[in-house]
């Protein structure tokens, strides 16, 4: 203990606490207990090289908190952490240093481990998971390999940005105005073959399965805007010259076919080439060049200029047999719907710019309602319902209605029918890494395949799902077949230089004693080349896949592999799943909304519908924290300069002081900035709090009784606070849990005598959020650790009736923070939680107070200089 004990020593404590717990495994969590079961999870982090900053735990925080408060509760809590540790940076470094990517990230992962450790995390590190781990990956891969089973792994020439200069692929987001994000090159659109999951064949139970969620709307807004269902029909129309050939659009408003004067293909489309006329020819083909270049987002910018060719042929409006002119233009995309569109300027935006652009015909067929008392002028382009106008036997009726019935009449005819399109795309699954889970998947030849004489053509090799995926390249046509479950892991092999090849490929196509083996179609077993003779029964020569998987593969079922982490057999026990099911709480950051939490969804419902999973869905309850910023207001960044070390904190004011500072700043799921100075407020709550309890000796001090009856008051504010912090904690609100046990704090202190039960649970309830301190004081007033075995408080409701009250708080005039206290708290109380609020204190950092003026139930204002 420091000299005269006046500040407690966290160093010590924190440490001795923290061994304590790893040494008696005090969160570890047992599978079967008969205790109802809680398990908390977090979006486990990226192992950067950069460490842990103070913006990353408070989520962390959060569940943390939860975590002891449920086993308090007398929940058996499973608490897991472990590392999504594939990715871009440890292989950039690689290429850079020549360490290998596992090195660096092994570093890593200790490093987060150890400041894990640092801020006292109620953590079951038995369960520890590592994406990079081959006992983790074998089961990424064994869900790839059912997903290529199933269909919905295939393969499929995609556009990719290429960077010639690199001689690599880029993602999206490395591509920055036609540039490599490194080193500025220009990039181009090519051709490469890619590994694709077919998540569109999910979009409807994705959409479906949201309704049962409880998750923040605006996570449910975005997932639903991804997915994008549009309802409308596809309408068949004539080709003038071209009695053979029909052309397919897809609309959301067949109730505005009179109203289209033109239609659009884009570049891409089948037909181009077959309709344009020859005098057409050299515009359109020049138009398809330019197009090629361009990111679907600049194709389809509201704000850009319209752009496009004619082709000199016409279709025919099945409705009314007018003749439209069919354009070219890159406003549309050949992924969505048909490829093709009917353009009606008059009620839709595009279209509307296009025509103008080249002075096509506009025809309104929908009349405008009007607002009430409203001038009769109308604006076009009109894009909502009304009644329909110059629309033939349709005129009159009202738009919705109108939809139904053309498009009963279309299907009558046989010229189209009702349809539903998403926006969703099939995922693109391969990336050009080395740092990354290889696919279980071997490319054979067709002739080579055919060559083994038990296997006709048409007939299928016994490993192979019902349809082969196959793929043509050269003129050659090549099968891709699975490694069976059996010989998994396909371990990533080891290389010397991590350079990609230059082709197209990644850097595993660089490593030809890996990349060229024999196949054997009987077994699945591979062998090395120099091990074999062609024609050797069943062996076929093959080479592997030398794209690995994107880094958001180990995150769609890391959740699960936690609940049975060693399972040498299964992905994971049924029983086991069936004891834990998915997380009752998930927190992490809302910048996940749509990838990592669409994905990890469709995997789930993937393995739930071929019956490895219990539940329909990952993640029933999430939460999103908010960001923590620089104190300059800015994101955290190393580049900025901004970043600061939890570490940092710790040494100089301990764990408990951070997590209580995190959670104190500011409703959880608010942006807030970080100030070193506001830390200094719950520092000294906590040194308070200590000294309540603890005399300069180092015992519970004397004013400590057993035997002391409360008084009426401290008996109704303690009942009080109990059941703020419990509902505060249930609710994710800690800055209010936090305020009301400084109010509590700041009672005792003015008592004579306090009651040795009331000290005790006070204790219990500060134990969530500052563990270290609570551990300590729970020993030093004679409990047995530890606390979180202890039960949870429990309130009388009929002990008190407050109401609460918000309290502005200002500093020479300027507001600065806010409060919820009780109605009657008196100004010392509220002066106590203004003093050591994150964003008051700063202001009266190194300045004495002058006056204080307190307006119960609204405001207190602080003179300070
Ligand atoms: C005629 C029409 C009239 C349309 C009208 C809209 C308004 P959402 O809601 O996003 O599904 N479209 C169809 N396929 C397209 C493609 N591949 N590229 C670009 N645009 C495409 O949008 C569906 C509407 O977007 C379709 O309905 C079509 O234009 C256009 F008053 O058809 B509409």
Redesign the pocket.
């Known amino acids: 203990m420091s000299t005269g004990c006046i500040e407690y020593d966290f160093k010590k404590i924190e440490a001795h606490w923290q061994k304590y717990w790893e040494k008696n495994k005090t969160f570890r969590a047992e599978d079967f207990l008969d205790k109802p079961k809680y398990y908390i999870l977090d979006m486990f982090p990226y192992p950067s090289g950069a460490g842990l900053h103070v913006g990353h735990p408070p989520g962390y925080i959060a569940s943390d908190i939860i975590a002891r408060y449920k086993k308090s509760l007398g929940f058996n809590v499973l608490h897991p952490m472990g590392w999504d540790a594939f990715g871009l940076p440890a292989e950039q470094y690689a290429i850079s240093t020549g360490t290998h990517p596992r090195k660096k990230t092994e570093e890593n992962i200790n490093r987060f481990r150890k400041q894990f450790d640092r801020i006292g995390f109620a953590l079951d590190w038995d369960r520890e998971v590592n994406t990079t781990d081959p006992d983790y990956y074998k089961w990424t891969q064994w869900i790839i390999l059912q997903m290529f089973k199933h269909g919905l792994l295939t393969v499929d020439d995609q556009p990719v940005w290429w960077c010639p200069a690199l001689g690599t692929v880029l993602a999206n987001e490395e591509v920055i105005k036609g540039l490599s994000e490194r080193g500025s090159h220009p990039v181009e659109r090519r051709k490469l073959r890619q590994m694709v999951l077919r998540i569109t064949a999910y979009a409807e139970k994705l959409l479906d399965g949201l309704k049962d969620l409880d998750w923040p709307d605006s996570t449910k807004r975005q997932q639903i805007a991804w997915i ?1 269902r ?1 309802e ?1 029909a596809e309408t068949l129309f004539d080709i003038d010259g071209f009695p053979d050939e029909k052309l397919k ?5 067949p109730d ?1 076919l009179f ?2 004067t033109y239609m659009v293909l ?1 570049p891409e489309h089948p037909l181009v080439n077959k309709l344009t006329q020859s005098a057409y020819e050299n515009e359109v083909l020049a138009y398809i060049k330019t197009a090629a270049t361009k990111s679907d987002l600049d194709r ?1 910018d509201l704000a850009k200029e319209k752009t496009g060719v004619f082709t000199g042929c016409y279709a025919i409006n099945p409705v009314n047999n007018e003749k439209l002119p069919i354009w070219i233009a890159d ?14 300027p ?3 935006g ?2 509307y710019e296009f025509a103008q652009q080249f002075e096509l015909p506009i025809i309104e067929v ?1 009349g405008q309602k009007l607002k009430e008392g409203s001038e009769s002028e109308t604006t076009l ?1 009109y ?1 909502g319902e009304g009644e329909m106008i110059n629309s033939g036997d349709y005129t009159g009726l009202e738009s919705t209605l109108g939809k139904e019935k053309i498009i009963d009449d279309l299907e009558k005819s046989g010229r189209g029918k009702a349809a539903v ?1 998403y ?1 969703l795309r099939d995922w693109i699954f391969s990336r050009q890494r080395y740092w990354g889970e290889p696919f279980p998947i071997v490319w054979v030849d067709e002739d080579d395949y055919l060559k083994v004489s038990k296997f006709k053509k048409g007939e299928v090799y016994k490993l192979l799902p019902e349809v082969p995926v196959c793929f043509e390249a050269d003129g050659a046509k090549k099968y891709a077949l699975p490694i069976p479950a059996s010989h998994l892991p396909v371990i990533l092999p080891e290389m010397e230089s991590f350079q990609p090849s230059g082709t197209g490929q990644g850097p595993l196509a660089n490593q030809t004693t890996w990349l060229n083996v024999w196949f054997n179609l009987e077994t699945g077993d591979t062998q090395p080349v120099s091990d074999l003779t062609p024609g050797d029964g069943n062996w076929v020569p093959a080479t592997r896949e030398t794209n690995t998987m994107p880094q958001w593969a180990g995150s769609c079922w890391y959740h699960l592999r936690y609940c049975d982490p060693q399972n040498a057999d299964n992905l994971i026990d049924h029983k086991i799943d069936a004891y834990w099911k998915s997380p009752d709480y998930y927190i992490g950051g809302a910048e996940h909304a749509v990838l990592h939490l669409l994905y990890a969804r469709f995997w789930h419902q993937f393995l739930h519908d071929i019956k490895v999973v219990s539940e329909p869905e990952p993640y029933p309850r999430l939460f999103h924290q908010g960001i923590i910023l620089g104190e300059d207001g800015i994101k955290m960044s190393k580049s900025r300069g901004n970043v600061i070390n939890p570490d940092d904190i710790i040494d100089e004011l301990g764990a408990d002081s951070l997590r209580l500072y995190e959670m104190f700043l500011g409703p959880l799921e608010s942006m807030k900035p970080w100030s070193t100075h506001g830390i200094d407020g719950v520092y000294r709550f906590l040194n308070r709090v200590w000294r309540e309890i603890i005399d300069r000796t180092g015992k519970m001090q004397g004013k400590i009784q057993e035997n002391v009856s409360e008084s009426s008051d401290t008996e109704r504010l303690l009942h009080e606070t109990i059941k703020k912090v419990t509902q505060d904690i249930e609710t994710l609100q800690f800055n209010t849990a936090i305020s009301q046990m400084m109010i509590f704090s700041n009672h005792l202190q003015k008592l004579e005598a306090i009651s040795l039960t009331t000290v005790k649970t006070f204790i219990q309830l500060l134990a969530p959020l500052a563990p270290h301190i609570a551990e300590e004081l729970w020993q030093r007033v004679g409990e047995e650790p530890s606390i979180v075995n202890a039960p949870w408080p429990r309130y009388d409701e009929s002990k008190f009736e407050r109401d609460e009250v918000k309290i502005i708080f200002q500093v020479n005039g300027k507001m600065r923070g806010e409060a919820l206290v009780p109605a009657d708290a008196g100004e010392n109380d509220v002066l106590i939680i203004a003093r050591e609020h994150p964003r008051v204190a700063p202001h009266l950092e190194g300045k004495s107070l002058r006056k204080v003026i307190f307006v119960p139930g609204k405001i207190l204002n602080i003179v300070a200089n």
């Open positions: 994008g549009s409308g659009i897809f609309t959301t408003r505005t109203g289209a884009s389809t406003y549309v995309l050949m992924g969505y719907g048909t490829g093709a569109i009917m353009a009606v008059a009620h839709d595009r279209d929908i382009p894009s399109n926006k």
